[in-house]
C-alpha cells in the first residue's frame, strides 16, 4: 500500500454478561459489562486526500454518508484536530448490523486511528476516546484496544486478560433495536453490582436476553439450538448468539450443523485488538474512568 493509505480491521466484540444496575436521570443506564474482543470483523481501507474532502463508499441503503458512524467520526477528528486534509474511506463489510457485536462503534473506532495516523494529528488514545465516546458509550473499548471490564454506560474501562477461547457467534434473522430495548417497561434495571473478581470465578449472565427472547422469535429460536452444544448467550442488546468453545475444530463442528436460516461465524478472542496489532500501537493509557 502507498504511504498515504492503509488497510485495517475493524474488529467484532462480545458482551460476555451484561447487568443493569439502574436507570440514571438522563435515560441512560449504569451497567457492568465484559467486553471480549474478537480477531474478526470488518476492514476499512482508508486514503489520505490532500483536499478537505471525506468520501465514504459504498452507500448503505437507508443511511445517509452524513450519518454514518466513520463519516461522523471523521468530521469530528477534523474539527478536533484542525486538519485541512481528507480521505476516502472505504468499508469492507462483514459484520451484521443490529447483530450487538458492535460493528458502526468499531468502524468509528477504526476511523478515528487510521485518520489519526495519516493526517499526523497525533492525537492520544485518551483524547480519541473522548471524541469517540460521543458517537457511542462502546467506541472507547476499540480505541483502547483491549477487552475490558466496563462500567458507568461503557465508558469506565478496566483492561481485563481472559482465557483463550473460540467463539461461535450466529446472527438470527431480525434486527434489534438498543433503543427499544434499554426503553422497554420490562427490562430488568435492578442487578446488584458485582467486583471483577466475582466475574472471573463465577461468570455473569445478560439482563437483556429474557426480554430479546420474549419479543424476538428468532434469537429465542437461535439460542434454544445453539445450547444443546455449550451455553448459549446473547451479546449485547442482540441480535447475535454465542457460545464459546476450546479449539476451533470443536466450533466448527457445531458451525456445521446449524439451521440454514442461521448466518455466523467463527472467531479467537484476543485481548489485544488486530487495529492495534496492525498500527503497532503501544499507548498504554490508563483506560479507567475514560
Known sequence: MPANSLILPSPAKLNLMLHILNRRPDGYHNLQTVFQLLDYGDELEIERLERNEIVLSPDIPGLPAEQNL???????????????????????????????????????ATALLGLNHLWQTQLPLATLADIGKQLGADVPVFIFGRSAWAEGV????????????????????????????????????????????????????????????????????????????????????????FASYSSRQVAEDVFNQRPDNLDGFIASGTNLSPLHKRLSLDDDATITGV
Not at 83 to 103: D, T, V, Y
Open 70 to 108: 466513520i463519516y461522523r467520526a471523521a468530521q469530528m477528528l477534523k474539527k478536533h484536530s484542525g486538519s485541512p486534509l481528507g480521505a476516502k474511506i472505504h468499508l469492507r463489510k462483514r459484520l451484521p448490523m443490529g447483530g450487538g457485536i458492535g460493528g458502526g462503534s468499531s468502524n468509528a
Open 154 to 241: 461503557g465508558e469506565k474501562l478496566q483492561a481485563l486478560e481472559l482465557p483463550k477461547k473460540w467463539y461461535l457467534v450466529l446472527k438470527p434473522d431480525c434486527h434489534v433495536s438498543t433503543a427499544a430495548i434499554f426503553s422497554h417497561k420490562h427490562l430488568t434495571r435492578n442487578s446488584r453490582a458485582i467486583k471483577v473478581a466475582t466475574f472471573l470465578d463465577r461468570g455473569g449472565q445478560n439482563d437483556c436476553q429474557a426480554l430479546v427472547k420474549s419479543v424476538y422469535p428468532q434469537v429465542r429460536e437461535a439460542l434454544e439450538w445453539l445450547s444443546k452444544f455449550g451455553q448459549a448467550q446473547l451479546t449485547g442488546t442482540g441480535a447475535c448468539v
